[in-house]
């Protein structure tokens, strides 16, 4: 079955960094267009960055600039780099893919912006 594990969230201070990673199985990954959503206390979800298979990239407007999304066929593995990070983007970040019109979801990771 298709499983998405993410990793890399935490607590970080205003101008700081992080990396998500993703990791994926069950799905041809080299195939597979990736995407981060976030969720943030009271909000809806939103599509932050995606990734097609040809490695088109994509952002949502606030954080262009600033995050990176990248890909690595070889390990399975969808990257989010998020610099410059601000308290606004504070919420649960999930990667996601689409199958067969089939969204599936990682559990998430938190991360915190905050002094």
């Known amino acids: 079955q298709v499983q998405l594990v993410e990793s890399g969230g935490g607590l970080v201070q205003p101008g700081g960094s992080l990396r998500l990673s993703c990791v994926a199985s069950?799905?041809?990954?080299?195939?597979?267009?990736m995407g981060w959503y976030r969720q943030a206390p009271g909000k809806q979800r939103e599509l932050v960055a995606a990734?097609?298979?040809?490695?088109?990239?994509n952002y949502v407007r606030s954080v262009k600039g600033r995050f990176t999304i990248s890909r690595d066929n070889a390990k399975n593995t969808v990257y989010l780099q998020m610099n410059s990070l601000k308290p606004e983007d504070t919420a649960v970040y999930y990667c996601?893919?689409?199958?067969?019109?089939?969204?599936?979801w990682g559990k998430g990771t938190l991360v915190t912006v905050s002094s």
């Open positions: 996601n893919t689409k199958m067969t019109r089939t969204d599936y």
């Open positions: 990734v097609d298979r040809g490695g088109s990239t």
């Open positions: 069950g799905i041809i990954f080299r195939l597979s267009a």
